[in-house]
């Protein structure tokens, strides 16, 4: 259903947010247009229908926090990934500088004690 089709059919003019909320539960609806509409008109009577809208803002922004939680959570993964490469990295330098070190120790033995261990 269009929008010009909703305001003719209510007399109520939405703003362009809103009538995608009314769109949305259009589609959810198993009647036709005409349907709808009575049906809407009595859910708005009721209040029903602020209190559904009221609901839909909130799923929307909750869905919009999601969003930006999982898009932080990424590149916090990133940034993690990233720490743990580094530190394999330090793993294995520190590694290659101890057995540098210990091949060093020993030959330094051999020339000052004559000894190894």
């Known amino acids: 259903m269009m ?3 909703f305001i003719e059919r209510t007399g109520y003019e939405p ?22 509409c009575k049906q809407w008109l009595q859910d708005k009577r009721d209040g029903h229908w602020a209190r559904e ?7 929307a922004k909750l869905a919009e926090q999601l ?10 993964k990133a940034d993690r990934d990233g720490l743990v490469t580094k530190l394999i ?12 070190l210990a091949r060093l120790e020993r030959v330094f033995r051999r020339v000052f004690d004559g000894e190894e261990k």
Request: glycine share 2%; no cysteine.
């Open 3 to 5: 929008k010009s089709e």
């Open 15 to 36: 703003d362009d947010y809103e009538y995608r909320l009314i769109e949305e539960s259009y589609y959810a609806f198993p009647g036709d247009k005409n349907a709808f």
């Open 53 to 59: 809208m009221q609901l839909l803002k909130e799923q």
């Open 67 to 76: 969003a930006e939680h999982m898009k932080e959570l990424k590149e916090l």
């Open 89 to 100: 990295e330090a793993k294995h330098s520190a590694q290659e500088k101890d057995e540098k």
